[in-house]
């Protein structure tokens, strides 16, 4: 939307000015980082035949107890949005994120393994995310990875 970023698809950089529109496959690897400051990039995504479900609004709510740096509050509420949507990983992966900050590595544990069950891809997250570092020495932690 504006600002400028450099995607990674696949391995492969693509420079996107403001206003460029990036197409990417839904198998693909792919990451995002901005080379502007104040970039802003707009993501649509959607699975085919399948109408979009909003978040749970449980979900906002716990970004901003993350943001806020209540761990607590932040995965309370992502456990909400787990039970609500217990098949995304994105919302098991989050909890795990939240889980991990809070310093509850055996519920963080449960619910990355549950993220990486679902999506194979979220051991690319789970092995670079700053929110896991609390727990990257533990044995099952690894685990996850490997």
Known sequence: M????TFEIDGEPVEAAAGSLVYVQPTATRKATATEEGTTILVVG?????AYEPAPEEAGEALVAYNAADYETAIAKQLVVAEKRPDDPVAHFNAGCFAARAGRADDAI?????????N?????LISTDEDLDGIRADQRFAELTG
């Not at 959607?46 to 399948?50: F, H, L």
């Open 46 to 50: 959607g699975v085919p035949g399948r």
């Open 110 to 118: 449960e619910h990355l393994r549950r993220a990486v069950e679902l």
């Open 120 to 124: 194979e891809r979220i051991k690319d």
């Open 2 to 5: 504006n600002g400028a970023a």
